[in-house]
């Protein structure tokens, strides 16, 4: 089984400022892992996933997170934030093993750019 | 475009009413997925289904029930049984193996 916890309910920022959100997983596997970014009242968007290769992984839109298999964690990070940037952000984690696909989602962590 | 279409978006019930919440992907995706969100809880899985007429149980799935009877479509109803019903719904699809999820824009469900 697998399991993920978000270090930070709620993370306030600065626009321009760099940020980093923490995401731990859980699990007696290896994984696959992946970042989502929820806008209010809409669905999860993929940010970012893990799947094999190279331990860092980037979006399209600046952020970058690396998996550190020693330390089990999969932390999301950006060099300089946007006020767009504020949004929830879901860390998640899926067994390889696994032949159901379901992810295992943290509590997820608020990110509040402030100008 | 392909993607997944939830709908009513926003949906009001009476309290001892069986509500259904509508999900449709056009993706080809063989998995679907329902899961509840409520305020500092995260994602929690209701019901998941890998293949056409077959469907297991989520984390949470009483007071739930859901069917699966084309590829496309994973309708979630949300029975008199479920206490607390009032949530935010997400429906999910994903290519078997990919480990990747595509949402839907969500169905904010309130009880009235």
């Known amino acids: 089984a697998q399991s993920v916890t978000q270090l930070d309910s709620q993370v306030p920022v600065f626009e321009e400022a760099p940020v980093e959100l923490r995401c731990n997983y859980s699990?007696?596997?290896?994984?696959?892992l992946f970042w989502y970014v929820q806008y209010p009242n809409q669905g999860l968007q993929l940010l970012l996933k893990?799947?094999?290769?190279?331990?860092l992984v980037e979006s399209i839109n600046g952020f970058e997170a690396e998996f550190n298999k020693s330390q089990t964690s999969f932390h999301l990070r950006k060099p300089s934030v946007h006020i767009s940037d504020t949004a929830e952000y879901f860390c998640a984690v899926s067994g390889l093993s696994s032949n159901t696909g379901k992810l295992i989602f943290g509590q997820g962590t608020t990110l509040q750019v402030k100008p | 475009d392909g993607g997944i279409t939830q709908s009513p978006k926003y949906l009001f019930r009476k309290e001892g009413q069986n509500v259904t919440l509508s999900c449709e992907q056009n993706l080809n995706h063989d998995a679907m997925y329902w899961y509840r969100q409520d305020p500092g809880q995260g994602l929690r899985l209701i019901y998941y289904s890998q293949i056409v007429n077959d469907f297991q149980k989520g984390d949470i799935a009483e007071g739930y029930s859901v069917s699966r009877e084309k590829k496309e479509s994973f309708p979630l109803t949300v029975t008199s049984a479920q206490k607390n019903p009032t949530a935010f719904y997400l429906c999910?699809?994903?290519?078997?193996?990919?480990?990747?999820?595509?949402f839907g824009s969500g169905t904010r469900l309130t009880v009235v």
């Open positions: 893990y799947l094999s290769g190279s331990t």
């Open positions: 699990s007696s596997v290896s994984v696959y």
């Open positions: 999910a699809s994903s290519r078997q193996g990919d480990g990747g999820y595509t």
